[in-house]
């Protein structure tokens, strides 16, 4: 039976310890989280049930796969700690963003089996979009493993070149950001048009999820409907052309690109 280990027990990796849990794929006692936070540490133990420990050593030591759920800034003083407990059966997970593998493995100062991973924050209903890059010494199986991981808290994609990770950072990594800058803004019009706040809110919101399940089920591209709901000399192809006008479609793509070249910078900083 395998161990897990979260060195980090935040946001996301609870989000991953309550799928895990929630889809039966670990059980508690196969689950160990370290923190420098005693505070939080209790707070995970009492929701779930799963091992703690303040030393990142120890969690280190039990782990077969072991997860860094910490801040990009503080990966290396926890690769120096806990380095002498890595070896070649491990399976170590970066979830810190801007973290390459190289970066990973040149501070352990062995070839080790990496995989680094871009998850989002909508992880944390379960509905997450996560991306993942396998070193060279991870096998086939072992990519299923962690991929069974994240597919607890959403889709899950693999990518064979490391650098593809920027550009989804830039969509699916920011992109949560992005969409309720949207979801404030088609609020905020509707507010504007007359609309109490908490329901137009409620309404753009639900909006934006019912469009996307709609996409994700029927797999219809988003172009396909948009022209369904945008009849001829109607309300909304008149929106639409306002939105064309501004620069929408153009300022979208451009943020997504603003964000992918900053993963890139942040990676090549922490060299």
């Known amino acids: 039976m395998k161990k897990l280990g979260f060195i980090g027990s935040g946001n996301m990796a609870e989000a991953l310890v309550k799928g895990l849990l929630t889809s039966g794929a670990f059980t508690k006692e196969q ?131 490391e650098k593809l990770i920027d550009a989804a950072t830039g969509l699916s990594g920011s992109g949560p950001a992005f969409v309720s800058m949207f979801i404030e803004a088609l609020s905020d019009g509707g507010v504007n048009m007359g609309l109490p706040r908490n329901m137009a809110i409620k309404l753009a919101a639900q909006t934006v999820y019912g469009t996307s399940k709609m996409i994700l089920e029927t797999n219809l591209h988003p172009a396909e409907l948009k022209d369904r709901v945008a009849s001829p000399a109607g309300t909304t192809i008149e929106g639409i052309r306002e939105l064309e006008i501004r620069g929408f479609r153009g300022s979208v793509i451009s943020a997504v690109k603003a964000a992918s070249e900053r993963s890139k910078a942040l990676s090549k900083e922490e060299k």
């Open 31 to 161: 689950i160990i989280m370290s923190d420098i936070l005693g505070e939080r540490l209790q707070t995970v133990s009492s929701l779930y049930g799963v091992s703690t420990t303040q030393k990142n050593t120890e969690v280190a030591k039990l782990s077969d796969i072991l997860v860094l759920a910490v801040k990009p800034n503080t990966v290396e003083e926890v690769i120096r700690e806990i380095r002498g407990y890595i070896n070649q059966k491990k399976i170590i997970v970066s979830i810190a963003a801007g973290i390459t593998t190289s970066f990973i493995s040149e501070r352990i100062k062995k070839k080790v089996k990496i995989v680094r991973v871009m998850p989002n924050t909508p992880a944390l209903v379960l509905s997450g979009a996560s991306v993942l890059y396998c070193s060279p010494l991870i096998t086939q199986e072992e990519r299923e493993e962690v991929k069974k991981i994240f597919e607890t808290v959403g889709i899950v994609y693999t990518v064979e070149d």
